[in-house]
């Protein structure tokens, strides 16, 4: 996807708004014409306001995300690795799914369900599955390595999947962030490759596939919908896995427990979705995904608050570091 993902449609003499027409909302779209002439008018609302909302949105979606890791580790504190994956999918379909029922909206076409079905095995099954099972042996702050990586991985995704070419400096300052944060992850953890890490970067592959596929249907349907369409895509495989991990694995529910799971269902595997897919249509794939160079340091702030984690030194000088390489990709045009 460009990085001009939204896009101006006519039909006759109406004219929609870019972000109405990227994100399909129905209902948002503005039309004006000159009175008497048939020539259309520009749209009513600026083009940096549908920037700023697509950066507020993705922000938003970096924010839920970066509660996951510490989610998953109270979650893991009484329940099996597959019980909590499983359950977070199933209990985030609820939502959706009543959603989904209520406003009565239609299955999507049929073209975009291949797509669908990419979102579901990257972000319903594949990242929660792999990161999960990674954090049974790595600490949360070991396993932010993985998330320092996903805006390279995600824009180099996006540029094979939809063609789009970021400029010199994108990559540039890119780069730069990731190595800052895989750097600060990596010392404070002692980044010894292991089991754990292959689990992590496989996790990392999935996951950029599913937000490639999500941004771009988040052109033709509201974010809401992809995610929502997804988790039901995958309930029948979540379902059976619930029901065969629960009798499987020892559960002794606690208030930590509990909390992390319901977390992971309604923050990160539903809201936070809905709101990363809607900013990625607005702002486009590759330059959203620049947002989540935040996400380790935020990721480590929760686990020194919720996990107790002890905060290395390097933290304010690194989070200086990562907020100059997304001012810089903010300001880069593909």
């Known amino acids: 996807m460009k990085d001009n993902d939204s896009a101006i449609a006519t039909a006759g003499i109406a004219v929609s708004t870019p972000d109405a027409h990227a994100a399909g909302d129905p209902g948002t779209a503005k039309t004006a014409t000159a009175k008497g002439t048939g020539t259309p008018k520009a749209a009513t609302t600026a083009p940096g306001t549908h920037v700023g909302r697509g950066m507020l949105l993705a922000a938003l979606g970096v924010a839920a995300f970066s509660l996951t890791f510490p989610a998953t580790a109270w979650g893991l504190e009484g329940m099996g690795p597959w019980t909590v994956v499983m359950l977070r999918s199933v209990l985030a379909t609820v939502p959706a799914g009543a959603a989904l029922l209520a406003l009565r909206v239609r299955p999507p076409e049929r073209r975009h369900w291949a797509g669908i079905a990419v979102v579901a095995g990257g972000v ?57 944060v895989i750097g600060f992850a990596v010392q404070q953890s002692g980044g010894v490759p292991n089991r754990s ?99 380790p340091l935020l990721t480590l702030l929760w686990s020194v608050l919720l996990l107790g984690e002890r905060l290395p030194p390097a933290a304010p000088a690194a989070a200086l570091a990562v907020l100059v390489c997304i001012a810089v990709t903010q300001r880069t045009r593909g």
């Open 124 to 180: 319903v099954l594949g990242f929660p599955l792999l990161t999960t099972l990674a954090l049974e042996t790595s600490t949360t702050s070991h396993a932010a390595v993985v998330v320092g990586l996903l805006p390279l991985t995600t824009a180099a995704c996006s540029a094979v999947r939809t063609g789009a070419r970021p400029s010199r400096t994108f990559w540039i300052a890119s780069l730069v962030g990731a190595v800052v």
């Open 197 to 295: 890490d292959l689990l992590l970067f496989a996790a990392l592959l999935v996951c950029a596939a599913g937000y490639t596929e999500g941004g771009r249907l988040a052109r033709h349907m509201p974010g809401w919908q992809v995610i929502g369409w997804a988790l039901v895509l995958a309930l029948p495989v979540t379902v059976a896995g619930a029901a065969l991990a629960l009798s499987a694995e020892p559960l002794e529910l606690t208030a930590r427990s509990v909390a992390g799971v319901l977390w992971l269902a309604v923050g990160s595997q539903f809201l936070g979705m809905v709101a990363w897919y809607r900013g990625m249509a607005v702002i486009g794939i590759s330059r959203a995904s620049q947002l989540q160079l935040a996400q």
